[in-house]
Structures are given as structure tokens and as C-alpha cells.
């Protein structure tokens, strides 16, 4: 009887040590898109980027995917453009955009109401899985962004309004004047297992992307939607980052993570843990230390 009794306890127990778990807000589950098909795109080896732009964005925009590029060399003419429900994965595959001045994934903008999508209602289970995306190195060919004096170029990845984003397994490199990973008022997001700023050679090392611009300049950035923040972001409602995890990653840029200043004590819940650090600066110390809930730990540094 009295073991009967102890089992049950112990259950008992286990059951809520692991609902009090799943119901724990500083947890970040990795996103879970909901796709009703699955498709393969093969590179088409067209260099202009209009052919293999065309095929993965036809299921892109729509959302509902899970797409997968098979190994090889994909050109991009254009912004890739994710909705909500998007399962992208590209092991194997390199993506080089080629159009100047030019973010390389991104979400739906000028349609169906998305600048009015307040909060993180705009896309939401996203995750991008593998692949070697390759930004570009100049600016746009016309209306290039002045700010602060300075010319600024286009983030490569960049999601805002948006919630339950998970980044993973990729390599991503090329920004001029810009970060690599902007999130924009995203709530649930992982960074997990990349290199940020640099790529894998053939005989397994590693090479450093194009990184012009200043130190603010992080590889990693994490911003308020705001005009001053990130000029896209509309509606400018001051919706910051909330519940963000980057871990496991190989980061080689001047600036490695940062919290915009103007954002930095309305953001929260920022676990930076066991990344390398191949940076001049680790982080923007003061808009670090202003961030409610932010965590580093077991991150180490190597010579910039």
C-alpha cells in the first residue's frame, strides 16, 4: 500500500514539475509551422535569379510549406518573402542574392494589410533550417537609406510584428553597413547552431563574410518597430523583442549581438548562451545591461 502511495506522489510530482515547465515564459519552444504540403525546388542554375526567385517564392508568399531546397547553388533576384506556416529547409544549398542592395529573406509588406498588423501579428511559425545564404555586398542601385550620416544597407534576414521565429543550422554572411539577423518587435524567436558572419570552406574552415560598417552595426540585432528603429517595421506601435534565445552559435563580425539603445529597457527575456564570439565587441554593453531579464553564460571569446 505505502508503495502504491509513493508511486503516485512521484507521479504526481513529475507531472507538475513538467507542467510548471511548459508553462514557464522564460522557455523558448521552437517554432511549429502547421504546412499542408510538402515541395522540392531544384536550382535551375539561371545566374540572373529570376528562375529560382520565382519557384521557392511562389510557395513562399502563400505560406503553408514546408520547402525544400535540394543541394546546389541558388541565385535570388529579389527578397525572398516568408508567410506564417513556413518550413524552409535548405541543407546542402547555397543562396546567393544578387540584386543590390537587397534583403534576402523577409516577410509579405506591401499586401493584404500586413503594414496594419500591429503587436506580433504580422507572420507567425517560421523557421528557416540550414543552408549558406550569402547577402550582398553593395548598396541598392537608387533610394539608398541615410542614416546618421551614414549610407545603410539591407539586413539579410529580417522579420518584425511577428512571433514563434526559429533560425537554426545556417550560415549566413555579406552585409554592407547592416546586420545579418534583424528581429523587429518578434516575441518567441531562437537562434540556434549558426555561423553569423562567416561560411564553411570545402576542407571544413571557415571564412569571414563582407561586414562594412560601423561597430553599432551588430550581426545580431534585435530592435523596436519604430521609424527610427527599422523604417519597415510599420505600424511604428514600439513593439520590442520579447522571449529571444541565441545559443550554440558561431558569430564572426565587429559587433557581435545588439539591443537597440532606444529599446533597450522595454525588451526582455534575452538568453545569449554557449556561442563563440569571434568579436571586436561581444555586445553593446549599456543597451544590454538596460534589457529587462537579459542572461549571457557560457559564451567564449576569440581573437577578432
Not at 550582398?136 to 551614414?150: E, P
Not at 538596460?290 to 559564451?299: D, L, V, Y
Request: aromatic share 8%.
Amino acid at each position: 500500500m505505502r508503495g502504491n502511495i509513493v508511486k503516485a506522489l512521484t507521479l504526481i510530482a513529475a507531472i507538475v514539475t513538467v507542467t510548471a515547465y511548459a508553462g514557464n515564459s522564460s522557455s523558448v519552444a521552437e517554432a511549429a509551422p502547421k504546412t499542408k504540403k510538402t515541395v522540392t525546388v531544384e536550382p535551375s542554375g539561371d545566374e540572373s535569379g529570376c528562375l529560382d526567385f520565382n519557384e521557392i517564392a511562389a510557395y513562399s508568399e502563400e505560406g503553408g510549406y514546408k520547402i525544400i531546397l535540394s543541394p546546389g547553388t541558388y541565385y535570388i533576384n529579389g527578397q525572398l518573402r516568408l508567410n506564417s506556416n513556413t518550413y524552409l529547409k535548405a541543407d546542402g544549398a547555397k543562396i546567393i542574392e544578387v540584386q543590390n542592395g537587397s534583403r534576402l529573406i523577409t516577410q509579405p509588406y506591401d499586401r493584404n494589410g500586413y503594414k496594419q498588423r500591429k503587436g506580433y501579428d504580422s507572420v507567425h511559425d517560421i523557421t528557416i533550417d540550414g543552408g549558406t545564404w550569402a547577402g550582398t555586398k553593395k548598396f541598392a542601385d537608387y533610394g539608398v537609406n541615410i542614416k546618421n550620416g551614414q549610407k545603410t544597407g539591407p539586413n539579410v534576414i529580417n522579420f518584425w510584428h511577428a512571433r514563434n521565429i526559429t533560425i537554426k543550422n545556417l550560415c549566413v554572411y555579406n552585409a554592407v553597413n547592416a546586420h545579418l539577423i534583424e528581429l523587429c518587435g518578434v516575441k518567441n524567436a531562437r537562434i540556434i547552431g549558426c555561423h553569423i558572419g562567416c561560411r564553411k570552406t570545402k576542407d571544413g574552415s571557415l571564412k569571414r563574410g563582407c561586414s562594412k560598417g560601423d561597430i553599432y552595426r551588430g550581426a545580431i540585432q534585435l530592435d523596436f518597430c519604430s521609424k527610427s528603429g527599422n523604417r519597415h517595421s510599420e505600424p511604428f506601435d514600439g513593439t520590442t523583442c520579447r522571449n529571444v534565445t541565441i545559443k550554440d552559435n558561431y558569430i564572426w563580425y565587429r559587433t557581435g549581438i545588439q539591443i537597440a539603445n532606444d529599446s533597450s529597457k522595454t525588451t526582455n527575456d534575452v538568453k545569449v548562451k554557449d556561442n563563440i564570439l569571434r568579436c571586436k565587441y561581444a555586445w553593446t554593453n549599456v543597451s544590454m545591461r538596460k534589457a529587462r531579464g537579459f542572461k549571457e553564460s557560457g559564451n567564449k571569446r576569440k581573437k577578432y
